[in-house]
């Protein structure tokens, strides 16, 4: 049996992923992109509820501008 990726595990928020503000990668437009589509085709799911789509995108838009002020 293999074990799971750390962000299949749960979080203390219910969601699988992180905990907030420790993920190790930084969030960029496309991975921002694919947890948005991923929460328009399930809007029950745990990510839409706890509206990681909308986080996704704001620290995506937040990292590019840190991007771009290098």
């Known amino acids: 049996?293999?074990?799971?990726?750390p962000e299949?595990?749960?979080?203390q928020?219910?969601?699988?992923?992180?905990?907030?503000g420790m993920s190790k990668t930084p969030w960029?437009?496309?991975a921002a992109a694919r947890v948005q589509?991923?929460?328009?085709?399930?809007p029950d799911?745990?990510?839409a509820r706890d509206?990681?789509?909308r986080e996704a995108q704001s620290q995506a838009a937040k990292n590019e501008n840190?991007?771009?002020d290098c």
């Open 1 to 5: 049996m293999t074990k799971p990726h």
């Open 8 to 11: 299949q595990l749960p979080t």
């Open 13 to 20: 928020s219910g969601r699988a992923g992180y905990a907030q």
């Open 28 to 30: 960029d437009k496309e």
């Open 37 to 42: 589509s991923a929460a328009a085709r399930n």
């Open 45 to 47: 799911s745990a990510s």
């Open 51 to 53: 509206q990681l789509d």
């Open 66 to 68: 840190e991007e771009d």
